[in-house]
Structure formats: structure tokens, C-alpha cells
């Protein structure tokens, strides 16, 4: 099996690197690795794909995915989820002591 780790372009603050793999069937397969300002934010799995360029491409669109999803909730001050106000409810379980 072959194996590449590979640096993905993201958005200013991100990282983002990729390690893929040939499979003996000769398809790709691997994870990669997202940071924001270094902090390791989230581990995708990429599962096997036809070809190297489709492998490269569901990794850029989960990736994209991910960031998308994150940058609104960057933390922009105490007590404050991007625009929205940190609600501390949201995040404990019925009973839990805060």
C-alpha cells in the first residue's frame, strides 16, 4: 500500500492536512487532520473512493463542510457562540451539576 500526507488549502487560521492510502484493491482511503490556530478541531475519515482525484475531493468538501460549520461559532468573547448567547443549558445533561 501506498501512503501520502498531503497539505489541503483552507480558509486563513485552518490547517488541514490529509494522509491517503492505495488500497491492494487500488482504491484510496485514509483521514485527515483540521486545525484553527493550531488547536486540533476535528478528525475526518475519508473512506475509499474510486480514484486519488475523488479521494482529494471528499476530503476538500468535508473539510470546507466542517469549517463552514465551525467559523460561525468561533469564539468571539466570554459567554458568546458567535453572534448567539452562550445558553449554559444546552451543553449539561438534565441533573448534571454546573
Same mark, same amino acid.
Given at each position: 500500500?501506498?501512503?501520502?500526507?498531503?497539505?489541503?488549502?483552507?480558509?486563513? #487560521?485552518?490547517?488541514?492536512?490529509?494522509?491517503?492510502?492505495?488500497?491492494?484493491?487500488?482504491?484510496?482511503?485514509?483521514?485527515?487532520?483540521?486545525?484553527?490556530?493550531?488547536?486540533?478541531?476535528?478528525?475526518?475519515?475519508?473512506? $475509499?473512493?474510486?480514484?486519488?482525484?475523488?479521494?482529494?475531493?471528499?476530503?476538500?468538501?468535508?473539510?470546507?463542510?466542517?469549517?463552514?460549520?465551525?467559523?460561525? $461559532?468561533?469564539?468571539?468573547?466570554? #459567554?458568546?457562540?458567535?453572534?448567539?448567547?452562550?445558553?449554559?443549558?444546552?451543553?449539561? $445533561?438534565?441533573?448534571?451539576?454546573?
Amino acid at each position: 500500500m501506498d501512503k501520502l500526507r498531503l497539505v489541503i488549502e483552507v480558509p486563513a #487560521g485552518w490547517a488541514c492536512w490529509v494522509e491517503l492510502v492505495r488500497t491492494h484493491h487500488g482504491s484510496y482511503a485514509g483521514f485527515a487532520q483540521l486545525s484553527h490556530a493550531g488547536v486540533p478541531r476535528c478528525a475526518l475519515v475519508i473512506t $475509499q473512493q474510486l480514484s486519488w482525484e475523488a479521494a482529494l475531493e471528499r476530503t476538500k468538501v468535508r473539510a470546507d463542510h466542517f469549517v463552514r460549520q465551525w467559523v460561525p $461559532q468561533v469564539d468571539t468573547g466570554p #459567554g458568546v457562540l458567535g453572534d448567539r448567547p452562550l445558553d449554559i443549558d444546552h451543553f449539561t $445533561q438534565p441533573g448534571a451539576v454546573v
